[in-house]
């Protein structure tokens, strides 16, 4: 008898099916994946091993009862407060949580300590996506589902390695286009596996998306392809966008692009109706990234193209649970349930719901800017939950200075990692297939993760220590939950709290507040919103098609002028390159799961650094040699790839190693902290870099069972730690 359950990995949301053998096959049931897999997902049932697994809470590196622990979190958080305020403490939590977990922590923060100071690791992921979408359409909504990827007649791939990054819906692309005949344009600097299926790639100057969507829509205005009548009733502030969108031929050199290729893309887009363009990391992670955001969400509102069987903008989530994590307002600066510090009324709506003392009054820090007050000495306490910020945060040697000076750090995790090196306690957490709970994927839908084992040694669910550490600080009945059913229906209710009228909110899961604990069990996968009354917002597969009404104060959707900036560090004579970063195929985030399997390391078992040959043998490089990369804010050594398909000028690093796994190291130790003025997203795809010969008169490959070897040895050992 199998369980069904839901993949861990990335935003796509497939669903599983786990053996008791634990084995693991794709769900064909499951509407996100109809039973394919990945090669990461395919691999889960190898990641199960208990090896390496955190079993039992530590105090400065001693074995401790959970009573012990949570008595001293709560006491110490307690002191801080009372000495210093809410906002001297801080919670970093992350899109692998399930959305019990992250309901309670934002809840506990928010609504009980009276701070904000509560953000996701999804600040670097997908912030601008919410900003964007906030912007034109008032909420944080994904118009689309992914059907709409195999109903299209043209899908543009905009800074998304969705080969890769996203493999299941690539399968579903590559086979609508065998079928369908479908288009596909690929936006990329890198000409990725992506392009494989590409009918055409744009390698772009890196950042200057911006322009090429503005151009866009000018060309859209200039050929007569917007939809007069739509944008008429249902938008507002098009003139403006239109005002400072660039001419074809200053968009074809901003972007460095053909002006032929430019104009075939434009020319496509605007005779096709049904055209879907599907945006990641590449759009999301840059200093400019909500203005990317909107110039391309302005180009689907003058064409009228949203909420329509194969056409539609499309934000590819990476996390697991980015989405849930929105829901219910996991980042500094939303409430809950999509709704926010703008409007006093929402404050209060929260407070009480929640019957909360103490309720937050204004937005919290951002990650960058909430790690930058950790080292400040301003925040004094931080508990860092499911995430690793000492190798996945920008300039992260800083990071890890911070957090080594600060007064009190907590991590829970399933494994050791860079970050529960520097924490105070550490704290066992029940990881995937050991806890129950729900997730919400790109195209809106909830999932439930279930349990098919025990968790190991003493660990428990994240939701279970917050309750815990809430009941010893003071909370005890309103932190009372039997369980994540408990705590999920709560969130329904929320949603649907005084949620009615005009400037209603669309998320509202509140045909879910009645779910007895079996229907919970078995909860079918399903899109919000699911309001459970009449009111009907347009569907819940599909929203917008007939043209709102928006969650905007008019109903109506905004264009947003977006002009052309660019990128945060410009290369120099000093620093000449650009430094791209980016994932591999078979790894997730800095390794702690994927990094333990055999087979997924020997798809790249080392860190590399990919460049033009042109631009090695300018630099004295060859392929298979070490290389010397250094930026403003750190350095490291990797072996050389050459690849013609890299833009001179740029290189390419993969995001995933750690010290864990190669004394290279993070990478992020490199990147700039340069960040949207918006959503607060770092730009982790452009820091000005210089790079030169690291001549090794030998190597070596390091196996080992001591991974703290990986971090001292000073020798270039880039192979990777047998945990
Ligand atoms: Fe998991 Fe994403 Fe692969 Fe699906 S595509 S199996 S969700 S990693």
Known sequence: MSVRTTCPYCGVGCGLLVSADGSVSGDPKHPANFGRLCSKGAALGETLSPTGRLLQPAIAGRSASWDEALDLIAARFAEMIDCHGPDAVAFYVSGQLLTEDYYVANKLMKGFIGSANIDSNSRLCMASSVSGHIRAFGEDIVPGCYEDIEEADLAVLVGSNTAWCHPVLFQRLAAAKKTRGT????????????????????????????????????????????????????????????????????????????????????????????????????????????????????????????????????????????????????????????????????????????????????????????????????????????????????????????????????????????????????????????????????????????????????????????????????????????????????????????????????????????????????LEPLQWPAPGRSVKVSGSARLFAEGGPFSTENGRARFVPTRWKSQAELPDREWPLVLNTGRVRDQWHTMTRTGRVPRLMMHQEEPFLTMHPDDASAYGLTEGEFARIESRHGATVMRVRLSGEQRRGEVFVPMHWTDCFASAGPINRLVSAAKDPISGQPELKATAAKVSPSPSPWWGLLLTTRPELAAKTKLHCTGHVCP
């Open 183 to 522: 288009r596909v344009v690929v936006i990329d600097p890198r000409r990725t596996e992506t392009c494989d299926i590409a009918d055409l790639h744009l390698p772009l100057r890196p950042g200057s998306d911006v322009a090429l969507f503005s151009g866009l829509l000018r060309y859209l205005a200039d050929r007569d392809a917007c939809d007069i009548g739509w944008m008429t009733r249902y938008t507002t502030g098009f003139d403006a966008a239109l005002a400072c969108a660039p001419s074809l031929a200053e968009a074809a050199t901003i972007t460095d692009s053909p002006i032929a290729d430019l104009a075939a893309f434009y020319d496509w887009f605007a005779v096709t109706d049904r055209t879907v363009t599907l945006y990641s990391q590449g759009v999301n992670q840059s200093a400019a990234g909500t203005d990317k955001v909107n110039a391309i969400l302005n180009c689907h509102l003058a064409t009228g193209r949203l909420g329509r069987p194969g056409m539609g903008p499309f934000s590819l989530t990476g996390q697991p649970n980015a989405m849930g994590g929105r829901e219910v307002g996991g980042l500094a600066n939303q409430l809950a349930s999509h709704m926010g510090f703008d409007d006093p009324a929402d404050i209060d709506r929260v407070r009480r719901f929640w019957r909360a003392p103490y309720i937050a009054q204004h937005p919290g820090l951002k990650a960058v800017d909430l790690f930058e007050a950790v080292s400040a000495g301003s925040i004094k306490a931080i508990w860092i939950l499911g995430t690793n910020p000492a190798a996945s945060l920008p300039r992260a040697a800083r990071v890890r200075a911070g957090l080594a000076s600060c007064p009190f750090v907590v991590v829970s995790d399933c494994w050791e990692t860079d970050t529960t090196r520097l924490a105070h306690i550490v704290l066992p957490a029940a990881g995937w297939g050991e806890k129950d709970g729900t997730v919400t994927n790109s195209e809106r839908r909830i999932s439930r993760q279930r349990v098919f084992r025990s968790p190991p040694g003493e660990a428990r669910p994240d939701w279970w220590m917050l309750c815990e550490v809430a009941r010893r600080m003071g909370w005890h009945g309103v932190f009372a939950y039997r369980g994540p059913a408990d705590i999920f229906r709560e969130h329904a209710a929320l949603s649907a709290f005084e949620n009615e009228g005009t400037g209603r909110r669309i998320f509202d899961i509140g045909e879910l507040v009645t779910l007895s604990d079996t229907e919970y069990e078995k």
